[in-house]
């Protein structure tokens, strides 16, 4: 058995839409999780023309199809820049560096798996070399933003005895930060070297990138007694990929094109609140962050 799951921006979601989806398909009765934003119903198969269905309705809702069993996952791996918060970490030091428009190339390049990701995060670290390690707390206190629904993804997760890891291939300066405010339950990133009041230009070895989350996955399950399928993971760069199709239910969230291509599920109209609509949370079970 299976779930088809619908997503749309709050108060976009046309139950004529649903209703049609679910007629043609021969699915069950419908489920609203919360009114003209997310609905579901059941599904005695996964549809053969999946990414044409999804095509056809990609400018007004998310369509997924999920299996039924073990929906509500027991630990959340998220990834941090552009996943959890809306930027990226390297990418606004590079601005206060002036070299901004040079490092976002190569983020967006190693985002969508057209570069090295080890290599590429060496470069950008490079052009960093003399800034001022007081810039990191200006960037974290002026520009950094979790992203919407963060922050109630992993209370309820929580909530329900859940588990919450952050792994990025930004900066443990940051991620401690941003686990902080969020609730994650532990965080792992790179090092940023540091002499003398300044970034040397250097990163710490070795780098984490995506092999080291899928390490960090193995790793976390094993320690708490969990199977991969009780993992929910989320990301949106092609150094997810190795997670996203690791765990029971991998989300690519307003991912590169490369990763929606490859992940199990896409979010592109909701913010991360989606994450409890696709584990079955109707929007009343939410836990307050």
Known sequence: MFIASLIARPGMLD???????????????????????????PLEAMPDDLDGLRGSIAAQADLNVLPAANRRKRMLL????????????????????????????????????????????TERVA?????PESVIAKVLAERIQLMPGGPELV???????????????????????VAEMVGFDENRANSLFVADGVLTGEVGRPILGREAKVQALEEITARLGLS??????????????????????????????????????????????????????????????
Not at 16 to 23: F, G, S, Y
């Open 228 to 289: 991969e399928d009780d993992v929910l993971a989320v990301g949106d760069g092609a150094n997810d990929l190795g997670m996203l199709t690791r765990a029971g239910l991998g989300v690519a969230l307003h991912a590169k094109p490369a990763v929606q291509a490859q992940a199990q599920c896409r979010v592109n109209h909701g913010d991360l609140t989606a994450l409890l609509f696709l584990q079955g949370y109707a929007r009343d079970e939410f836990a307050a962050p």
């Open 15 to 41: 139950p004529a839409l649903v209703e049609a989806l679910r007629n043609a398909r021969g699915g069950g009765a419908v489920t609203w999780l919360s009114p003209d934003e997310a609905a579901e119903f």
């Open 155 to 177: 209370a309820t997760m929580k909530a329900a005895g859940g588990y919450a890891a952050l792994v990025s291939g930004g900066f443990t300066a940051f991620t401690a930060r």
């Open 127 to 131: 052009l960093l070399k003399g800034l």
């Open 78 to 121: 998220a990834d941090m820049d552009s996943t959890m918060i809306r930027q990226e970490c390297i990418d606004e030091l590079a601005d206060e560096a002036g070299v901004g428009e040079v490092v976002k190339t190569i983020t967006a390049r190693a985002m969508n798996g057209e570069l090295d990701f080890e290599g590429a995060l």
